[in-house]
């Protein structure tokens, strides 16, 4: 197999969401290679940077030259890593980019990983509460880190780790290029693995595998999450499940960012969704498109 047979997408989404969680299961099928974000979005950024107007490089090439080294540079990326024919590259980014993914691969679909944003910060303060000796890169200085509240503000920022990943989203979910991105609920996984999986599938136009075993998922990255400073923010549990609990998150805080999941409702949109009616007993699937 060559470098060029690869068929390529791409897990993004918000953080906290499931995309370790899916990047494991999809994994478990010996077609696919998937795991934690990668370098490959970093490369690609620079390089366009490199590339774009005011540089020296970019005196020194025609348009038709950018494509074609971008779309080496990601196909050298993977080169000698794995032999499996299908890659899923993982990258908060990449929701960003979708105009630069559909021109360099246009088979490629995006998968984003959602999750109502109060649960996701309450997910990010029980990581950093686990141990209090420890401090955390997600914070640029000590008044970042403070309190829970300021805590929050400077996730939620639009240049920060939840509210970039959010505007990107949003980007990706009313952009142009939407029918190629599937926002996939966390609970939903969490609730129904079997039954999203294979809308997953579906959505990738790939045959199911029958050897996915939600009793006994695998994923950690302890040298990544100490160096950040944040332990077990990819160990994926071995057992799909969803634990109800109660938020750590103040009630005032927590309302304040409880409207935010833009993603229940596809008006304008032409972007695909996995999700569960919440107000449904027992939790249903709904995959939509509009448009």
Excluded at 8 to 26: D, E, M, N, V, Y
Excluded at 165 to 181: H, I, M, N, P, R
Aim: with cysteine.
């Amino acid at each position: 197999m060559t470098e060029t047979s690869i068929k390529r997408h791409f897990i993004s989404g918000l953080p906290r969401s499931g995309s370790t969680l899916l990047a494991a299961l999809l994994r478990q099928n010996p077609r696919f290679h998937a795991s934690m974000s990668s370098g490959l979005y970093p490369l690609l950024s620079a390089n366009l940077q490199i590339m774009g107007a005011g540089s020296e490089a970019s005196l020194l090439m025609d348009a038709a030259q950018k494509p074609r080294i971008l779309r080496a540079l990601a196909e050298s990326y993977y080169d000698g890593v794995t032999a499996r024919p299908v890659v899923f590259d993982t990258n908060r980014g990449w929701c960003a980019k979708l105009p630069l993914i559909r021109d360099l691969f246009p088979d490629a679909k995006v998968i984003a990983c959602v999750r109502d944003v109060p649960w996701i910060l309450d997910s990010l303060e029980r990581l950093i509460r686990r141990d209090p000796y420890e401090t955390t890169r997600l914070f640029a200085n000590d008044r970042d880190g403070a309190t829970v509240y300021t805590r929050v503000e400077a996730l939620t920022q639009p240049n920060r780790l939840v509210g970039y990943s959010w505007a990107a989203l949003k980007e990706a979910f009313y952009g142009e290029q939407a029918e190629s991105l599937l926002a996939v609920d966390y609970e939903y996984l969490c609730r129904a693995p079997d039954q999203v999986l294979r809308l997953i599938y579906g959505f990738l136009d790939e045959p199911w595998h029958d050897g996915h075993d939600f009793e006994n998922v695998a994923f950690d990255a302890p040298a990544f999450d100490a160096a950040l400073g944040l332990k077990g923010l990819h160990r994926v549990r071995p057992r799909v499940s969803f634990e109800e609990r109660r938020s750590v998150l103040p009630p005032d805080l927590f309302n304040k960012f409880k409207d935010m999941n833009f993603w229940h409702d596809v008006t304008g949109s032409r972007a695909n969704v996995i999700a569960a009616h919440r107000d449904d007993a027992p939790l249903r699937p709904v995959t939509r498109q509009a448009g």
